[in-house]
């Protein structure tokens, strides 16, 4: 325990290195990619993005196993300039060799998993809306409509209100 705390210092200062190197340079490289108008720069950076969203929620969750390693942080830093670097092509190595074999296996199934979530929040948020204009209108903030032609719920303003 006291070892990885003497690296602690490491992490203060690497953590926000991190976090330029992994997201704003990338972004704004992906912005002179797509403003440069190459298929080529704006799918390497393309290809960044989705290995690095994988590697970014695999860290969320085995961040309290690797996080206390000792130079975890400057490893992270090495991996990330691995991925963006055009000489090492790593984000493209990882999306070749392991996504896109992984995903394409899986898509049908991810699809329907993504309609499910998406049928369900829309559920979901009809509920929410319903119960919260049910709500207002208890309180006397919005007139109900009770069918006809014109529309739905309206809000009152202030001087209908009083």
């Not at 709500?135 to 202030?158: C, E, H, I, N, P």
Request: charged share 20%.
């Amino acid at each position: 325990m006291v070892f990885g705390m003497a690296f602690k210092p490491f992490a203060l200062l690497f953590r926000p290195i991190g976090v330029c190197v992994g997201f704003i340079y990338p972004a704004y490289a992906s912005f002179k990619a797509l403003e440069s108008k190459s298929p080529e720069a704006a799918g390497q950076w393309l290809t960044y993005w989705v290995v690095f969203s994988q590697f970014t929620i695999f860290e969320y969750f085995a961040d309290w196993l690797i996080s206390w390693l000792p130079l975890y942080y400057i490893g992270k830093a090495a991996f990330i300039l691995w991925l963006q670097l055009p000489q090492t092509q790593g984000a493209s190595h990882l999306y070749i060799q392991w996504i896109a074999p992984f995903v394409k296996k899986h898509e049908e199934e991810i699809d329907r998993y993504l309609e499910e979530g998406r049928k369900k929040a829309e559920r979901s948020l009809g509920d929410v809306k319903e119960k919260g204009m049910t709500w207002f209108s208890q309180q006397g903030m919005v007139k109900r409509s009770t069918g006809g032609g014109g529309g739905g719920d309206t809000a009152l303003s202030g001087e209908e209100m009083s």
